[in-house]
């Protein structure tokens, strides 16, 4: 993923869609129920009739801003990643500034209805993604900063709304993680609240059993954190069979899922993961294959020659560096490893120090620093 919220944390409240709430479209439980519907279409690539239903709650809710925020996700799962399709951004942007505006112009500016709120807070908080991925830290905070408030008010609502876990878990886990990662960001959150990550896990975790519409999210954020910082990836790897349960059309969740499972050492479970994504020929999914069959090979059936290739083959192919620089870094690990074992220590740390200009999990990082 990766969601006051800088960045990332920012990153993760982008994605929360928790359109329940006091207001009209939110006290209408048909109308919650085909939202959730929507977001099923949209998880499961079935775009087509995703927008079949978003038409239906434009009709019944015209100019409300859950409709330009329905379209803006089906944007960004369409067009994955779609940082990098320059027309596609624009348009992805037009749709989350007139969510804004229809959202002031029905709630009012600096509204403090709830459904208001989180309007806002998932449009800054995709702004704040897209800036993210760019590399425009600043932009993303500001965006953030712009959301704070709503964020800080929702903290209040967990009880009456299970939703609002979903996104008060995210600020509690990264307004602490973050800046302790990108410590450049530390003065941006001086004023902002503090956090607390094990609380932030909890939190997300209840959203994954008690929310509707922030479910998958809750799920797909979850994993990332028990990945990227926990170093827990059997941990993670429960979060994403639920979403490869739910959502088998989607390529993003078998991905992570099958490397959740490689980190985990499920190798047999992991295998059918790397099937099932080996339908998926375009993009930056054959360099998870690549780097996840390279590590099946090496862990699974003790094959280095077999997994150096792999390896080799991943790195050919350019990273994207929201979903896959990560795999080029195991790609490294798994290289210094391989030449480790054949007595090339030399060699072992070249590749090693290739990791960790890569990476950014924690385990790999720990993995590559250890290495004499």
């Not at 996700?73 to 348009?91: A, C, G, M, Q, R």
């Not at 942007?93 to 806002?120: C, H, R, W």
């Not at 998870?288 to 059936?301: C, D, L, P, V, W």
């Amino acid at each position: 993923m990766k969601f006051t919220l800088r960045v990332q944390y920012i990153v993760f409240v982008l994605f929360c869609f928790p359109f329940l709430s006091h207001a009209q479209l939110l006290n209408d439980p048909a109308a919650i129920k085909t939202v959730q519907k929507s977001l099923d279409h949209i998880y499961n690539y079935e775009f087509d009739e995703a927008g079949h239903v978003i038409d239906a709650i434009e009709k019944k809710y015209p100019n409300h801003p859950v409709t330009y925020i329905l379209d803006s996700f089906v944007l960004y799962w369409k067009h994955l990643p779609i940082k990098d399709n320059p027309t596609k951004s624009k348009e992805y942007i037009q749709k989350l500034n007139l969510a804004l505006s229809a959202t002031e112009k029905k709630y009012g500016k600096d509204t403090k209805d709830p459904e208001g709120m989180f309007y806002v807070m998932v449009a800054r908080g995709y702004m704040a993604m897209m800036y993210n991925y760019r590399g425009e830290m600043l932009n993303a905070a500001g965006e953030g900063k712009k959301a704070y408030n709503a964020f800080i008010d929702g903290m209040k609502l967990m009880d009456k709304n299970p939703e609002f876990y979903f996104t008060s878990g995210m600020y509690n886990y990264y307004v602490e993680v973050y800046p302790e990662v990108h410590p450049m960001v530390k003065p941006l959150l001086v004023f902002f609240k503090n956090g607390d990550k094990a609380l932030g896990l909890k939190q997300v975790d209840v959203a994954t059993r008690s929310g509707v519409i922030t479910r998958a999210e809750a799920c797909f954020y979850l994993a990332h954190l028990y990945i990227k910082y926990e170093m827990r990836p059997e941990k993670a790897a429960i979060y994403l069979d639920k979403l490869t349960d739910w959502y088998p059309r989607n390529p993003l969740f078998i991905m992570k899922n099958a490397e959740a499972l490689l980190l985990a050492g499920d190798y047999d479970d992991a295998a059918k993961q790397i099937t099932a994504l080996r339908k998926y020929t375009t993009g930056f999914y054959p360099i998870a294959q690549h780097t996840f069959q390279g590590i099946n090979y090496e862990k699974n059936t003790k094959s280095d020659a077999a997994a150096q290739k792999e390896y080799l083959a991943a790195l050919k192919i350019p990273h994207d560096d929201q979903y896959t620089k990560e795999y080029h870094a195991m790609a490294y690990a798994g290289l210094a490893r391989i030449s480790s074992r054949a007595g090339n220590k030399p060699k072992a740390k070249e590749y090693y120090k290739k990791c960790l200009e890569k990476a950014e999990y924690r385990i790999l990082m720990k993995e590559a620093k250890a290495f004499k």
